[in-house]
């Protein structure tokens, strides 16, 4: 089947680290994405990882890949209010077109 | 360079009404994807066009159907109208095949009452 799944809350304090969670069913699945989503606005890539990659760093966000648990996980170094928002893990099935989000973690940051 | 551009950003229409939302897509991208998101939920797929055919289409009834034109954009139109079917569209658009991700738009707020 075709399922992502996500914890619902994350509290941090500023100047901390985030780490969001997220686990999928389809072994296939060729690309892992983290969007962002601002209140009253679209969805915004912030970054993908392809499924023969273990781990992608970009500036202040880390993403690590566990195949065998099918595990995904992003990281956000130095959190800022500024990161305040909706965190949806997707993922792209092979086989198919279309991408499969989770329900999406609200991370507040505490200053 | 204009990114996703939707259009309502917000609808009310009464139930059995009939709707059109209206998409363009990134400039360079070929591929619209629409997604409807109910309130605290993630976004759910409704189908895929290419090339001007829809070539993948998610879990929802006949009563939603789109069309994609030769410059790309895509309209989705959504017939006898639902109170369920109140929610955001998030329209997305991509480059054929990809799996770079998706650019968003802001999205269409429709309200059915």
């Known amino acids: 089947g075709e399922d992502v799944e996500q914890s619902l809350f994350l509290s941090v304090r500023e100047g901390d680290s985030s780490v969001i969670n997220c686990t999928y069913t389809?072994?296939?699945?060729?690309?892992l994405y983290w969007y962002k989503q601002e209140p009253g606005a679209g969805l915004q890539l912030l970054t993908y990882?392809?499924?023969?990659?273990d781990m992608k760093q970009d500036q202040r966000l880390t993403v690590l890949l566990n195949k065998k648990d099918k595990h995904l996980s992003l990281r956000i170094a130095d959190t800022q209010t500024g990161d305040s928002a909706i965190y949806f893990c997707a993922e792209k099935v092979t086989g198919g077109f279309k991408t499969i989000f989770g329900a999406g973690t609200r991370l507040f940051v505490k200053a | 360079d204009a990114g996703v551009t939707q259009s309502p950003t917000h609808l009310i229409k009464t139930r059995g009404q009939q709707v059109t939302l209206r998409c363009s897509p990134k400039?360079?991208?070929?591929?619209v994807s629409w997604y409807q998101q109910a309130l605290g939920q993630g976004p759910q797929f409704i189908f895929q066009?290419?090339?001007?055919?829809?070539?993948q289409r998610g879990n929802f009834p006949d009563r939603f159907s789109g069309h994609q034109f030769p410059n790309y954009s895509s309209e989705l139109n959504v017939n006898a109208l639902l109170l369920g079917d109140s929610a955001l569209y998030l329209c997305?658009?991509?480059?054929?095949?990809?799996?770079?991700?998706?650019?968003f738009g802001s999205g269409t707020r429709l309200t059915v009452v």
């Open positions: 400039s360079g991208h070929d591929t």
């Open positions: 990882i392809f499924s023969n990659m």
């Open positions: 997305a658009s991509s480059l054929g095949g990809t799996g770079e991700g998706y650019t």
């Open positions: 066009y290419y090339e001007e055919e829809e070539r």
């Open positions: 389809d072994s296939s699945s060729t690309y």
